[in-house]
């Protein structure tokens, strides 16, 4: 099954709703006024600097589990034991060792139909 990702919408705004959240956290603190600037320049940077990547374009899914991202050069890899499915969202874990890598697949990154298949597919995979 070769997917082809299209940018989720849902991720960026969940990004910025949890820093909205962090900021509105630190200014309800009872720190002096110093201590609250500090922690609302700390989290807006963390919100810049630590802005989740981009999900690769294509992710090839295998029988039997295994996944190709192209983009990342590292050929199959079968999927680890971290790997959760969950109506909304897969975190796939790529393998073990040295080039361990995780990928999030959101639902608004495909078509329903793609999704659903992908869903099935991975849950037949994890009870083999």
Known sequence: MV???ERSRVLPAWWLLLHVLLVVAALLIGWA???KLLAVG???VHGVVR???ASPRTVVVIEGGRCIV???STGARP???RTLISPFSVRLDLGTGPWRRDLVLLADQ???ETWRRL???LLRARCE
């Open 3 to 5: 997917l082809t990702l």
């Open 33 to 35: 006024v110093p201590l």
């Open 42 to 44: 700390a989290i807006a």
């Open 51 to 53: 802005r989740p990547p």
């Open 70 to 72: 192209p983009d990342w």
């Open 79 to 81: 999927l680890g034991p």
């Open 110 to 112: 495909m078509p329903p």
């Open 119 to 121: 869903r099935a597919l």
